[in-house]
């Protein structure tokens, strides 16, 4: 099988054709902060928080590491002062919807980010979409899913199959990078609330 | 809106999951709102998860997942039409439907809802209903309107 070459952090990586740049990082032990990637599951890059800084033929670009596919003489940086400044403002952001995370306040520790730069809109979900995936790619009930868009975006179970299927699994629980008790914040709403009359 | 019209609409389309929003808007455009059963059925026909069909349905203003009225009036308040006294026309508008933007009245013949530019601005204010536009309208001109509504 043909080798990539590349340089990442300096070091010299050989990697498959197909991977993504966080593949190849991890082949040689560098650590890309992520949220929203999960082995498991196709790729997603939502959470953002994998930017990296990619050189291609001179030009030099931030792009999501996580669905970044390898390619011949890149040079990436996974840490420079760029990097860890747009790592800190997400976190930042990510932190007015879920202060109390704890995923989240480590990271925030790592990059100096500001917990109460912003202000507090704790809606416990930063739609990495780990639960609505997981349920979709892995279990295949899609008994959750997103609804509604922009700032009004949620995730939301569907009553009726999460009646059937969710009390049993509640595997995306701790997924959520954070508070498991959101998804079940959801599901408890979703079941026990008394539906309209239609 | 009976499963039989629903799968009618469904075959029109052959069936295939990449017609879900020309599904969707064929049934909105019929029915004037997008009832749950007539969702799970479209997700058992097409064989979509529900949970994709919200996602769809909740993101476009074109679906609604409550009760609409059949007429559906659209008033313009984009910069052109409020400097020409768009306020004033959604004001006798809201007198006369009793309902607020965004609202549907009890016996669903109107829904109100205000837009930002319906792309005609000399007509200004401007306002639809049913995708005819009215233009140059005043607060006045909307009773003999909305009149011909039934």
């Known amino acids: 099988m043909s080798k990539i070459l590349l340089e990442i952090d300096g070091k010299e990586v050989k990697a498959k054709p197909g991977m993504t740049i966080l593949d190849a990082a991890k082949s040689v032990g560098i650590s890309i ?6 082995e498991a599951l196709e790729p997603f890059g939502s959470c ?26 890149i040079v990436v940086r996974t840490r420079s002062a760029k990097v860890d400044r747009i790592r800190k403002m997400i976190l930042e952001l990510y932190l007015a919807h879920a202060p109390d995370s704890f995923e989240l306040q480590d990271l925030a520790q790592e990059y100096g980010a500001n917990r109460d730069r912003f202000e507090k809109e704790a809606s416990f979900c930063i739609h990495c979409g780990l639960c609505v995936r997981y349920c979709a790619e892995v279990k295949q009930k899609n008994a959750v899913g997103f609804v509604d ?20 699994c509640k595997e995306c629980f701790p997924l959520c990078p954070t508070e498991a008790l959101q998804a079940a914040y959801v599901l408890s709403q979703a079941l026990f609330t008394p539906r309209p009359v239609s | 809106m009976n499963n039989d019209r629903i799968d009618k609409i469904i075959d029109k389309h052959h069936g295939e999951a990449s017609s879900l929003i020309q599904v969707l808007l064929e049934i909105q455009s019929e029915h004037h709102w997008l009832p749950k059963d007539a969702l799970k059925r479209v997700s058992e026909k097409l064989q979509v998860p529900l949970t994709q069909i919200l996602h769809i349905a ?17 008033v313009c308040v984009g ?72």
């Open chain 1, 33 to 38: 902060p992520t949220l929203c990637h999960h």
């Open chain 1, 48 to 73: 953002r928080l994998c930017t990296v800084e990619v050189d291609v033929r001179g030009w030099t670009s931030l792009v999501a590491s996580c669905v970044y596919p390898v390619a011949e003489n």
């Open chain 1, 149 to 168: 868009r922009g700032a009004r975006k949620e995730i939301c179970f569907i009553p009726e199959i999460a009646a059937k299927e969710c009390w049993d």
């Open chain 2, 58 to 74: 909740t993101f476009y203003k074109a679906f609604s997942l409550v009760p609409k009225g059949r007429h559906e009036v659209h």
């Open chain 2, 79 to 150: 910069t052109a039409c409020h400097v020409r006294g768009a306020s004033r026309v959604l004001d006798s508008l809201r007198e006369l439907t009793g309902i607020k933007p965004g609202e549907t009245d009890l016996d669903l013949k109107f829904s109100l809802e205000t837009v930002n530019c319906v792309g005609c601005c000399a007509l200004g204010p401007v306002m639809e209903i049913n995708g005819k536009t009215y233009g140059k309208v005043t607060p006045a001109e909307t009773i003999d309107v909305l009149k011909n509504y039934e």
